[in-house]
């Protein structure tokens, strides 16, 4: 008894029809890892924007810190400059009891009083200096509760994030897997022209079924003649208005119901009604 070995139609090989059922089961596997990134929803750029608020505020913090440091080391400065005053201002005075002539005297006056002048002025720089002291202390203990705030709430949204992923990698992995099974069944030119449509579409849908004599995808009419294209599978048929390469749904597998010969009976029924009234 022999075996029969099934052969494998290459993928440039394969009918039009086996290459829209391939492309179609493709797009169900990525929409499917679609909605298991919706269900992170928010979560991964929540965290990213916490990490930067963060950074942001350590790189805050240090700065201010260093200008604490700087403004510490200009009133330690001051200060110096005040002791240095205050010993000139002693030393003049004490040679003003032994002055020779009036030049003498004015010139150790001058002396004292541009002393005098210098300590006043140091004291205003150290005033302003203690006032922006204290906002820079104010402001660090501010922007280090803000950050312990923000590092808490960056932990609570990881582990949210964390125990979602946890939950659907296995899920994910297998889906990925198949995805990459399937690429390898489909026309490579074809691929290339999907993957290009579905990273411009905003529901990243680069194939869709006719529903209601619609593009499944921006819901334009799709005029009969085309529609019977898209039946026939004899060729690549895509939405002329926004570019989605379009399928039978009977060959999707899907199941669409015949609402407007529904709504057509309804219509009839009722007038009906209203003639037997």
């Not at 029969?4 to 179609?24: A, D, F, R």
């Not at 080391?73 to 002693?90: F, G, H, L, M, P």
Request: glycine letters at 4%; hydrophobic letters at 30%; a negative charge.
């Amino acid at each position: 008894m022999t075996k029969e070995t099934k052969k494998v139609t290459s993928p440039t090989e394969m009918t039009v029809e086996q290459k829209l059922k391939s492309l179609y089961k493709y797009q169900t596997v990525l929409s499917k890892i679609d909605d298991i990134r919706t269900i992170r929803g928010e979560l991964p750029l929540e965290v990213q924007d916490l990490e930067d608020e963060i950074e942001g505020l350590g790189a805050r913090i240090a700065r201010l810190q260093e200008d604490l440091k700087n403004v510490n080391s200009d009133i330690n400065r001051w200060n110096e400059d005040k002791i240095q005053a205050q010993t000139a201002i002693e030393r003049c005075k004490s040679h003003l009891d032994n002055v020779r002539n009036n030049r003498e005297y004015d010139s150790l006056s001058k002396e004292i009083e541009y002393q005098e002048l210098e300590i006043q002025l140091r004291d205003k720089k150290i005033r302003e200096a203690n006032d922006f002291k204290k906002n820079c202390e104010s402001s660090i203990k501010e922007n280090l509760e803000t950050r312990e705030e923000r590092q808490g709430d960056l932990e609570a949204k990881r582990s949210e994030l964390e125990e979602i992923i946890a939950e659907t990698r296995v899920e994910e992995d297998n889906l990925r897997d198949e995805a990459k099974i399937l690429e390898s069944t489909i026309d490579y030119r074809l691929l290339t022209s999907f993957k290009r449509i579905r990273k411009n579409s905003h529901n990243g849908l680069g194939i869709v079924y006719v529903q209601r004599d619609a593009c499944g995808g921006c819901f334009n009419k799709i005029p009969p003649q085309r529609q019977l294209d898209v039946r026939m599978h004899k060729k690549i048929i895509v939405c002329e208005y926004c570019g989605r390469i379009l399928i039978d749904p009977e060959l999707a597998g899907v199941q669409i119901e015949n609402t407007a010969e529904e709504e057509k009976k309804t219509t009839r029924r009722r007038r009906q009604t209203k003639k037997a009234e």
